[in-house]
């Protein structure tokens, strides 16, 4: 079988392409421009173009896979249609992947999607499973965002945007928390539960939903579900009651648990953050109903140490350390900057680059709300993703709300205009967030290269 992939340089798109690779399809595929990715898919056996062309739809190609960012006037997805070649959204391909393993892990949420998995996925893989996992970042674990194995275990990430999870074939699922976002695609957060409703519902009846039990709307979800459902947090109520709450001088969350009455001792985390203590505790779920030995389990989510664009440490500069996040939703910038409070000894500035304007207008007020932890921010220009910039919202905006709330920001267009800011101004002892989904990551690299 010849399988296209229209997008094949994304994240989630390559990770299909490798599993098709090992299985032994031919395949090919396009995206705008060449990455590292495409140079890998390459080694191992791919036809990749660079620019989608209606000439590279072939008439040997046997089905079309394409990612949610595609429009439906591709040049290329035109002309598979007119050719009458079979054409299947990335998620419609994941979920029939799904269905070739007995246990299948779906990690769901607002936030946490990509370290829960990440934590989970290292369970497996040090306990010998040999699952094989899609993972939206890098996992220097496993060497990349994907690995193949041989065994009945998959386990991926589940995105609610345009209802995408709902195409999967779970056995297990995840549902780390549920908030407003992607409001380009749902209409309220009403509607973002009911997505997640039918989530629950793709179970079986021997199925595992692992919810967490903290979160209001999550509860809200759960009710008509027919399969075994495990809540998690800090609520006596749950059925995985977190308790004991520490960090040590690095925030490295410490925490015991108790699982259905069961004390099962203390867990100690390498990773910052109250949210990841949540994040574990979904992932030491899943390890307990998967039968891994709680011993392992203790060691080896110890040993998780993140994954590439969260709260990863890229170095320092006059001896401020430099660390970039993916964060990019209020929720997810209140715990990153509460986990920088932590080991902050000096000043905490945070560079913030908006994500999509759909988002950056509906949670224009979240958002000026969500620095607090911060001494110093800078806003850069929105990064657009899919979308265009129609002037309903500009970053200057949200600088000027953080200001009126009393928080010292300001807003600065170029990256490079950034850098020489934070060169000139940072001391020691301080600490540098970058945060966003887009490339601001390269801030962060231009400030190591002066040092």
């Known amino acids: ?19 098709c690779l090992s299985k032994g399809y031919t395949v090919s595929g396009s995206d705008v421009q060449y990455s590292k990715v495409i140079d890998s898919l390459k080694k191992q056996g791919a036809n990749i173009n660079i620019g989608h062309k209606k000439e590279n739809i072939t008439n040997d190609i046997d089905l079309i896979v394409y990612t949610a960012a595609i429009s439906e006037d ?10 009458n070649i079979k054409i299947m959204s990335r998620a419609k391909f994941l979920g029939e992947l799904m269905k070739d393993y007995k246990n299948s892990i779906a990690i769901a949420g607002t936030h946490g999607k990509t370290s829960t998995t990440s934590m989970i996925s290292l369970l497996f893989e040090l306990s010998n499973l040999d699952p094989t996992i899609l993972v939206g970042g890098h996992l220097k674990d496993i060497g990349g965002n994907t690995k193949i194995g041989k065994s009945e275990n998959f386990i991926t990430e589940a995105c609610e945007y345009v209802n995408s999870f709902l195409e999967f074939n779970p056995k297990i699922s995840v549902v780390l928390n549920i908030e ?3 409001l380009d695609y749902f209409s309220n957060l009403d509607d973002i539960k009911s997505s997640f409703n039918k989530f629950g519902k793709l179970l079986p009846k021997d199925g595992y939903f692992i919810v967490n039990g903290d979160d209001k709307n999550c509860l809200d979800i759960i009710s008509d579900i027919n399969t075994n459902i495990i809540k998690y947090g800090q609520n ?23 699982f259905k009455g069961k004390d099962l001792g203390e867990f100690k985390l390498s990773i910052p953050g109250i949210h990841n203590i949540y994040n574990a505790t979904a992932a030491i779920t899943v390890g307990i109903i998967s039968n891994i030995p709680i011993d392992k389990i203790k060691s080896n989510i110890s ?16 001896d401020a350390v430099i660390i970039d996040d993916y964060a990019h939703h209020p929720t997810e910038i ?9 080991i902050c000894k000096g000043k905490l500035w945070c560079i913030f680059q908006p994500h999509t304007y759909t988002r950056t207008y509906a949670l224009l007020d ?18 657009a993703a899919r979308e265009k910039d129609t002037g309903i919202i500009h970053s200057s905006q949200l600088a000027d709300k953080l200001n009126e709330n009393n928080v010292d920001a300001l807003y600065i267009k170029s990256f490079n205009d950034i850098a020489k800011y934070i060169c000139d101004n940072v001391n020691k002892s301080d600490v540098v967030i970058t945060a966003g989904a887009g490339n601001v990551f390269k801030i ?8």
Do not use: P, W
Not at 334 to 342: D, E, P, R, Y
């Open 366 to 383: 979240e958002f000026s709300n969500s620095f607090f932890d911060a001494d110093k921010v800078i806003i850069t220009d929105i990064y």
């Open 180 to 182: 407003a976002d992607h």
């Open 1 to 19: 079988m010849h399988i296209y992939f229209i997008g094949i340089g994304g994240i989630n798109m390559s990770a299909l392409a490798k599993i």
């Open 444 to 451: 962060a690299d231009i400030i190591l290269n002066e040092a």
């Open 236 to 258: 006596e109520n749950n059925d995985v009651v977190i308790k004991n709450i520490k960090f040590n001088e690095m925030g490295h969350g410490i925490f015991s648990l108790k």
């Open 74 to 83: 591709n040049e290329e997805f035109v002309e598979a249609k007119n050719k």
């Open 334 to 342: 209140k715990a990153t900057l509460s986990a920088a409070k932590n």
């Open 303 to 318: 040993r998780y140490t993140g994954v590439g664009r969260r709260f990863e440490y890229k170095g320092k500069y006059k």
